[in-house]
């Protein structure tokens, strides 16, 4: 079975932190995503990457920052962290192009 | 622009009703497209997939049918349980790297 992992399911942090989320897939998948899931909005797409140092922007990169170093991992990092980053945080990964994504159970992300 | 709608929630069922939960979409060419699933507390789970015209996904007592002609993809359970209580996610992917989701309908099931 695919297992995505991600770091945390809580975090707490406050205003103006730089905080790390980060996400493991153990299946030698080439594409990782960054989403956030907020009432009412579903999901958007934050970044994404189709394979090692390289990244492409999604729906709402602002404020967010990616980095993958190693295919297995995909981090995300809030530079400065906001209240209106507060959110649910969830990480996935696909094999190649046009298949099904495998989602993380998500980091809960509180900025006070 | 790629889109997928589905019906709002919530959706209130007693156990062992039918469920339908609607999906329609809009997409150039030809799409794969897929129904997950979120419980409480957890990420999105796939439920099933159909990757051409004609073709009906299935898995655990769910299923739904890619229909061209009207551009849909809806969702079906003949007896829904309490255990199926979750937020349903229509979504589509066009042969790119990106999903379209749908904004979700939950389901609550009564016992």
């Known amino acids: 079975d695919v297992k995505v992992t991600q770091s945390s399911r809580y975090l707490v942090k406050r205003t103006g932190e730089k905080v790390f989320l980060e996400c493991v897939q153990d299946?030698?998948?080439?594409?990782m995503f960054w989403y956030r899931q907020d009432p009412g909005l579903g999901l958007r797409l934050i970044y994404f990457?189709?394979?090692?140092?390289?990244?492409e922007k999604g729906d709402i990169p602002e404020g967010y920052s990616v980095s993958r170093e190693k295919k297995e991992r995909f981090s995300l990092i809030l530079e400065s962290a906001s209240t209106n980053q507060t959110s649910m945080y969830l990480c996935?990964?696909?094999?190649?192009?046009?298949?099904?994504?495998?989602f993380g159970p998500g980091t809960r992300l509180t900025v006070t | 622009g790629n889109s997928v709608t589905q019906m709002e929630g919530p959706v209130t069922l007693s156990e062992e009703a039918f469920l339908t939960i609607n999906c329609t979409y809009t997409?150039?060419?030809?799409?794969?497209l897929f129904w997950y699933v979120q419980y409480p507390g957890e990420g999105l789970q796939l439920l099933l997939k159909?990757?051409?015209?004609?073709d009906k996904g299935s898995n655990k007592g769910f299923e739904a049918t890619y229909r061209k002609e009207t551009t849909s993809f809806h969702l079906e359970k003949g007896s829904v349980q309490v255990s199926d209580s979750a937020v349903y996610f229509c979504?589509?992917?066009?042969?790119?790297?990106?999903?379209?989701f749908g904004a979700g309908t939950r389901l609550f099931v009564k016992a």
């Open positions: 996935a990964s696909s094999p190649g192009q046009g298949g099904e994504q495998y």
């Open positions: 299946m030698d998948h080439e594409n």
């Open positions: 159909a990757t051409k015209a004609d």
């Open positions: 997409a150039t060419g030809y799409p794969s």
């Open positions: 990457s189709y394979d090692v140092k390289m990244k």
């Open positions: 979504a589509l992917v066009t042969g790119g790297f990106k999903t379209i």
